[in-house]
């Protein structure tokens, strides 16, 4: 959901880019995004991009239609970000005989049919494809 404190995140998918809020304090980056540091509770956060590439840490495929836009089946995965966080995001369907868990993988875009710009996850093999 867009709220004040992640509409970074949202812009930097129209950029094709991934925005992550990083602590200044402590070191830490994070999502989701929050007004403070999930671990050290300072306010003094920056955004840095992220490099889109990632480990696989789980996945499900979502036979149901939950949302008007996305018309099932879809794969919806949790990516563990370089940068430590990880990421909610799909994996392109395509795919699906190739995703093993721990697998590297890279973040491409594509455009939803609400118009929105989001992150969808392949192989990092074949991102170049």
Known sequence: MMSPDSLPLWQGYE???IKVPHCTACGHNHLPP??????????ALEWITASGRGKLSTWVVVQRKYFEDF???YV???I???????????MD?????RIKIG???EADYRT????????IFRPATLIAE
């Open 71 to 73: 018309d099932p089946p």
């Open 103 to 105: 697998m590297a993988v």
């Open 34 to 43: 929050s007004p403070v540091c999930p671990l050290c509770f300072s306010d």
């Open 112 to 119: 939803a049919p609400n118009g929105m710009i989001l992150p």
């Open 15 to 17: 950029q094709h880019e």
């Open 76 to 78: 919806v995965a949790q």
């Open 80 to 90: 563990e970000l370089e940068e430590g966080p990880r990421l909610t995001a799909a």
């Open 93 to 97: 369907m395509a795919d699906i005989d």
